[in-house]
């Protein structure tokens, strides 16, 4: 059974940083493309990150770019998303999700097949 889980989220101050961690279970991620999203209340899901299978490509949202690093550790079977300078707009449930064979980097939703379960950052004073 193919599985997601993240971890690494909580409650920080305004400036904090964060890392973030998306283990697979089930499946190695080695040819699997893998992209971080975020819901926050009352918003829709969007696009924070993504990288391409082999590492090669990575691509951020606008809001996040210069604050936020992807990286992926195919030995770890483990993706990485550091979250430096955070905010509170910040605040928001953040999923990763996989999908397979890709060589690029996407936020694209449709083309995620494999989802986690989400965990909560909260960006608060």
């Known amino acids: 059974q193919l599985q997601l889980v993240e971890s690494g989220g909580g409650l920080v101050q305004p400036g904090g940083s964060l890392r973030l961690s998306c283990a697979a279970s089930g499946f190695s991620l080695d040819h699997y493309a893998v992209g971080w999203f975020r819901q926050a209340p009352g918003k829709e899901r969007e696009g924070v990150s993504g990288?391409?299978?082999?590492?090669?490509?990575?691509n951020y949202a606008d809001s996040v770019k210069g604050r936020f690093t992807i990286s992926r550790d195919n030995a770890k079977n483990t993706v990485y998303l550091q979250m430096n300078s955070l905010k509170p707009e910040d605040t928001a449930v953040y999923y990763c999700a996989a999908f397979y064979g890709s060589g690029i980097a996407t936020m694209g939703q449709s083309l995620y097949d494999n989802w986690g379960q989400g965990t909560q950052v909260t960006v608060s004073s």
């Open positions: 990288i391409s299978s082999s590492g090669g490509s990575t």
